[in-house]
């Protein structure tokens, strides 16, 4: 290893997990005032669920990471689920410079709707999404 070389890495690993700790306190920040928001202004019940999801640890360090790998996050929407208690919630992003994709980055949340807790997270997700609104005659599209 070349003289500096271990300390050069250091330092970069200390700024990833330093910017990996502001996500994670920017996310919770987010997640706060979207809490704020649905009380004061209502929402379906789908707010809810993503809400549940975004208060998870696991499901906060995977959507960090994807912002940490240059992803925007674009939206986050409910599937639903063929097991009544269960729902499932896709957290969508977009590649940002320098990274280039063809297909929006996505990860899947099944969430517990009795409990509210996290079954699993996929990432990536391999959902089948709505895409009506883009493609007239074409329901779903797997992404």
Request: glycine share 6%; proline share 6%; aromatic share 6%.
């Amino acid at each position: 290893m070349p003289a500096g070389g271990r300390g050069t890495q250091q330092k970069a690993n200390d700024k990833t997990g330093a910017n990996e700790k502001s996500a994670l306190e920017d996310l919770r920040e987010a997640v706060e005032q979207l809490k704020d928001h649905v009380s004061s202004s209502g929402g379906d019940a789908c707010f809810g669920r993503v809400i549940a999801a975004l208060s998870d640890e696991d499901v906060q360090k995977h959507f960090v990471q994807h912002v940490l790998d240059h992803e925007a996050f674009s939206r986050a929407f409910c599937l639903g689920s063929f097991i009544p208690e269960e729902d499932r919630i896709v957290f969508e992003f977009t590649c940002v410079p320098p990274k280039i994709c063809l297909l929006p980055m996505r990860f899947l949340v099944r969430i517990n709707l009795i409990t509210e807790q996290v079954v699993e997270i996929i990432d990536p997700s391999p959902v089948l999404v709505p895409v009506s609104e883009q493609l007239p005659g074409a329901m779903f599209r797997l992404g």
